[in-house]
């Protein structure tokens, strides 16, 4: 296989060179290398390390006692940033044999030899038989098959990638129901939509084996989603944790959303704002998308380490800590086609709504997304006057 060393963060490491001149995706390597994703790894090394610490302040161990799975290593690139770059033991997996030659490769060369392992299994298999504090599931597309034994293996975090976003917000409709026992709607919140589908069949998978979960922080960016999870044990920590499941009722009419907690519920079919037909989606997760005292601590560790995209990656966690906890967001150009009008600054939409009294914020998800819990009728008044 042919190889360069890269540097990213302040881990040097080897990777496959694509085919000369090629548009090759990185799957088409022998071994997995997306440089795109380094913005993933680096908000990844960031946020392990400020879970790590608030692991340390809670119990009585050593940060090399600490275990992380990457359980879809590839070059054992996101492991071995871990074990460097946050310090706790790292085990690299990957059941291909070239990825796993190549890890070998690259904890030799990193002379970490000590706090990391490789490993050569089916994630699923690793992830039944051994227990570890933080697993870490990067695979391609889907996560759904590896969610169970994830929430076998996970004792303290569970860090999911999914790159299937299409299924996920409801582009590829029947796929995302097949993977996530989920209806999806393809509207102008698909983004967050796919996380909140993602994150309901994560709590019911944790369920299952009587564990609840917290989410820490969760991104959408560019083509994937993230999630960091906290794990709680006991039944009655999951129970409560089912309680923020629930269905969204969409008006395709007026743009109306209702929320319905629950998992067997009465829904209206009629839009209570202008009795027209709604959509439904879910079951989904109606709970916080992440925990603002956790985006502080990954802003501080941002600010502290050496990353190659500290700056992209500290906006996308300032707008995740500033936006409120109301689920789906919209989408202010939407709304202003809708209503043939001409879009404001976001700010000042943003700032108007909160004159009016309302609560008000930005997303991370688009620059043209609103949170608020204004109505839709009271929004568009808003927006009418600011165009
Ligand atoms: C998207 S890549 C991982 C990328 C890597 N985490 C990174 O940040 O560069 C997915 C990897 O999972 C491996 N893989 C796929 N299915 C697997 C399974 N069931 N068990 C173990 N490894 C698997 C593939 O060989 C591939 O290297
Ligand atoms: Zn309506």
């Given at each position: 296989?042919?190889?360069?060393?890269?540097?990213?963060?302040?881990?040097?490491?080897?990777?496959?060179?694509?085919?000369?001149?090629?548009?090759?995706?990185?799957?088409?390597?022998?071994?997995?290398?997306?440089?795109?994703?380094?913005?993933?790894?680096?908000?990844?090394?960031?946020?392990?390390?400020?879970?790590?610490?608030?692991?340390?302040?809670?119990?009585?161990?050593?940060?090399?006692?600490?275990?992380?799975?990457?359980?879809?290593?590839?070059?054992?690139?996101?492991?071995?940033?871990?074990?460097?770059?946050?310090?706790?033991?790292?085990?690299?997996?990957?059941?291909?044999?070239?990825?796993?030659?190549?890890?070998?490769?690259?904890?030799?060369?990193?002379?970490?030899?000590?706090?990391?392992?490789?490993?050569?299994?089916?994630?699923?298999?690793?992830?039944?038989?051994?227990?570890?504090?933080?697993?870490?599931?990067?695979?391609?597309?889907?996560?759904?098959?590896?969610?169970?034994?994830?929430?076998?293996?996970?004792?303290?975090?569970?860090?999911?990638?999914?790159?299937?976003t299409?299924?996920l917000c409801g582009a590829?409709?029947?796929?995302?129901?097949?993977?996530?026992?989920?209806?999806p709607l393809n509207r102008e919140f698909h983004s967050e939509m796919g996380l909140r589908i993602l994150l309901?069949?994560?709590?019911?998978?944790?369920?299952?084996?009587?564990?609840?979960?917290?989410?820490?922080?969760s991104?959408v960016?560019?083509?994937?989603v993230?999630?960091?999870?906290?794990?709680?044990?006991?039944?009655?920590?999951?129970?409560?944790?089912?309680?923020?499941?629930?269905f969204l009722s969409y008006c395709p009419?007026?743009g109306g959303r209702e929320m319905?907690?629950?998992?067997?519920?009465?829904?209206?079919?009629?839009?209570?704002?202008?009795?027209?037909?709604?959509e439904i989606a879910g079951?989904l997760w109606l709970?916080?998308l992440?925990?603002?005292?956790?985006?502080?601590?990954?802003?501080?560790?941002?600010?502290?380490?050496?990353?190659?995209?500290?700056?992209?990656?500290?906006?996308?966690?300032?707008?995740?800590?500033?936006e409120l906890?109301i689920p789906l967001f919209y989408d202010q150009h939407v709304i202003?086609?809708?209503?043939?009008?001409?879009?404001?600054?976001?700010?000042?939409?943003?700032?108007?709504?909160?004159?009016?009294?309302?609560?008000?914020s930005r997303t991370h998800f688009s620059g043209t997304s609103f949170k608020t819990?204004?109505?839709v009728?009271?929004i568009?008044?808003?927006?009418?006057?600011?165009?």
């Open positions: 296989m042919n190889c360069k060393t890269i540097v990213e963060g302040t881990t040097e490491l080897l990777v496959p060179i694509p085919p000369e001149g090629s548009n090759f995706p990185p799957s088409a390597a022998p071994v997995f290398y997306n440089p795109a994703m380094e913005l993933n790894r680096d908000i990844n090394v960031a946020a392990t390390a400020a879970f790590v610490k608030r692991l340390l302040a809670k119990r009585d161990m050593e940060k090399e006692d600490i275990r992380y799975l990457d359980a879809f290593s590839a070059s054992g690139i996101r492991g071995l940033r871990v074990a460097k770059e946050v310090g706790v033991h790292a085990t690299l997996n990957d059941w291909s044999p070239e990825a796993f030659e190549l890890i070998n490769k690259n904890i030799e060369l990193s002379g970490l030899s000590e706090k990391v392992c490789a490993s050569r299994k089916n994630a699923n298999v690793l992830l039944h038989e051994s227990k570890f504090n933080i697993v870490d599931i990067d695979p391609f597309g889907t996560p759904s098959p590896f969610l169970d034994a994830a929430s076998v293996s996970a004792l303290n975090l569970l860090s999911v990638t999914a790159t299937d299409a299924p590829h409709l029947n796929s995302g129901i097949r993977k996530y026992a989920a209806v309901g069949a994560c709590a019911r998978e944790l369920a299952k084996h009587d564990k609840a979960m917290v989410p820490l922080l991104h960016t560019r083509h994937y993230r999630s960091y999870l906290e794990i709680r044990n006991g039944a009655k920590q999951a129970d409560s944790t089912l309680k923020y499941m629930g009419h007026c319905t907690r629950g998992l067997a519920v009465h829904i209206k079919p009629e839009c209570p704002f202008c009795g027209g037909l709604t079951p709970g916080p992440r925990e603002k005292e956790f985006c502080e601590e990954v802003l501080t560790e941002l600010e502290e380490k050496t990353l190659g995209t500290k700056e992209k990656a500290s906006k996308i966690i300032s707008f995740c800590r500033d906890d202003c086609k809708q209503l043939g009008v001409s879009a404001s600054g976001i700010d000042l939409l943003i700032a108007s709504l909160k004159i009016k009294g309302f609560k008000a819990d204004a109505s009728a009271e568009n008044e808003i927006i009418r006057v600011l165009g």
